[in-house]
């Protein structure tokens, strides 16, 4: 089965995900086929902390990739502030 889901990078402390799609059998931090975008928890002030390809997301759902529940939530994030960043 293939899932969307993060893989971590970053140093100790400051951590950076990627968001990736991959085969569910494939470790973490492992091979993956397609990066869709990235997850930055630390971000500070003007910088960007979530970033997806929709039209790609939409692609892999659409071919039957499961979301892991975090990025499910992230989806849902990044879609409340899409319209904020197209009105700016």
Same mark, same amino acid.
């Given at each position: 089965? +293939?899932?969307?889901?993060? *893989?971590?990078?970053? *140093? /100790?402390?400051?951590? &950076?995900? $990627?968001?990736?799609? !991959? %085969? /569910?059998?494939?470790?973490? %931090?492992?091979?993956f086929? #397609?990066?869709?975008? &990235?997850? $930055?928890?630390? !971000?500070k002030?003007?910088? #960007?902390?979530?970033?997806?390809?929709? %039209?790609?997301?939409?692609?892999?759902?659409?071919?039957? !990739?499961?979301?892991?529940?975090?990025?499910?939530r992230? +989806? /849902? =994030?990044?879609? /409340? =502030? =899409?319209? !904020?960043?197209?009105?700016?």
């Amino acid at each position: 089965m +293939v899932v969307i889901r993060l *893989s971590r990078g970053g *140093s /100790k402390g400051r951590p &950076f995900f $990627n968001i990736v799609v !991959a %085969d /569910k059998r494939v470790r973490r %931090d492992g091979r993956f086929i #397609e990066r869709l975008g &990235f997850y $930055n928890p630390s !971000a500070k002030g003007g910088e #960007e902390a979530l970033r997806i390809a929709q %039209d790609r997301l939409t692609y892999w759902v659409g071919v039957g !990739a499961q979301t892991s529940p975090t990025v499910e939530r992230l +989806v /849902k =994030q990044a879609a /409340k =502030q =899409q319209p !904020a960043a197209a009105a700016a």
